[in-house]
């Protein structure tokens, strides 16, 4: 198999690529290489490739000629991961253009140059449950320390409208739409998939995006100063604590592209909501009690800030619609999965 990921360099994209090298496939990666790590993440994968089976190509998508060269030099594909993209709310209101350009206008080029030269491919797109927007006239309840959506007790599931809110749900809830319409209109085999929150190794993150692993790399700088008997310099969060997310890890997330990749036959503008369902959801607060757990230490010791514009309270996926479909369920429960992400964040970035 010949498989095309753009953004294969980042977090998603690296876990995929090593997936697929370790398959055998020929693997190609798009990278612009903009984030943190992802340089990192590039020499980790060329260490595990045979010869001229991994090729590395530093382009942004959002360039056109960019990305048909490299189509017409490299394809044709069987499996394209579109990954690649700007991938954080606050960042996307500091900087909206290259929101657009990255998120959109980078997902209209990937979806004309396979239309042009591998139109037998799947293309499976990482969307996001932004595009649901704030989610505001669900109805919450609050408990000590969570909120639930006591009318949804499964998650919600891909009839919930769709809502773009900040530049960030309106670049990537359009480019989840292009993906879904070439399907319907040039005839595409596409795949959308609308993940909740993601964590695993490799991913190196930042107060603005990668929550789980940044507040890993908290307590584990607290737990070093309880060790050291030295004073411990509180983190903030935003908000109550109490928001909650369904939390998928990157090996289960693996294994959801190789499915639907096994079920290429009937992807033709599939969309599915994708998280770790409710056995596997967390509210900060939660988090923070399990980390101080694992780790052996008291509560974790943080400070309160204002809450984040369009922050949504609660977002848990049904994922009755993948069950049924791909066969998939997430198999790493989340608090194995955060201790394998304490380990990385402990390893850094040498594995």
Not at 117 to 137: F, I, M, Q, R
Not at 193 to 211: K, L, M, V
Request: hydrophobic fraction near 40%; charge should be negative; aromatic fraction near 10%.
């Amino acid at each position: 198999m010949k498989v095309l990921i753009t953004g294969g360099c980042g977090f998603l994209g690296s876990n995929l690529a090593s997936a697929f090298l370790a398959d055998g496939s020929e693997v190609v990666v798009i990278d612009a290489l903009f984030r943190e790590g992802s340089a990192s993440n590039l020499h980790w994968l060329e260490g595990q490739a045979a010869n001229n089976q991994f090729h590395f190509l530093q382009a942004d998508v959002a360039e056109s000629e960019a990305v048909q060269a490299i189509f017409r030099r490299h394809g044709p594909f069987d499996y394209i991961c579109h990954v690649a993209g700007q991938v954080a709310m606050t960042t996307s209101l500091q900087d909206p253009r290259r929101d657009m350009q990255t998120n959109v206008l980078g997902t209209f080029n990937v979806l004309e140059a396979i239309r042009a030269h591998c139109p037998d491919a799947l293309v499976a797109y990482s969307s996001t449950n932004k595009v649901y927007g704030d989610l505001e006239w669900i109805k919450t309840e609050e408990t000590d320390t969570r909120y639930t959506l006591p009318e949804y007790p499964d998650g919600l599931d891909e009839a919930i409208p769709l809502d773009f809110s900040t530049p960030y749900g309106c670049s990537k809830g359009a480019a989840d739409q292009y993906v879904r319409d070439w399907a319907r209109v040039f005839g595409l085999k596409t795949v959308v998939f609308r993940h909740s929150s993601i964590y695993g190794g490799r991913q190196f993150s930042s107060f603005d995006q990668g929550w789980i692993g940044w507040f890993c790399q908290q307590a584990l700088k607290q737990q070093q100063c309880h060790a050291k008997g030295t004073a411990i310099k509180p983190f903030t969060i935003a908000g109550t604590g109490k928001q909650v997310r369904d939390v998928l890890h990157a090996e289960d997330l693996v294994e959801l592209y190789q499915k639907a990749y096994e079920c290429r036959g009937s992807m033709k503008g599939e969309i599915f909501n994708i998280g770790g369902s409710t056995e596997n959801s967390l509210s900060l607060l939660e988090l923070f009690d399990l980390l101080s757990s694992l780790l052996e230490i008291p509560a974790l010791i943080h400070e309160k800030t204002p809450r984040r514009f369009s922050d949504q309270d609660c977002f848990i996926a049904s994922i009755t619609k993948v069950q049924r479909e791909l066969n998939w369920s997430p198999q790493v429960d989340c608090k194995s999965g955060i201790i394998r992400m304490m380990e990385w964040c402990q390893r850094g970035d040498s594995q």
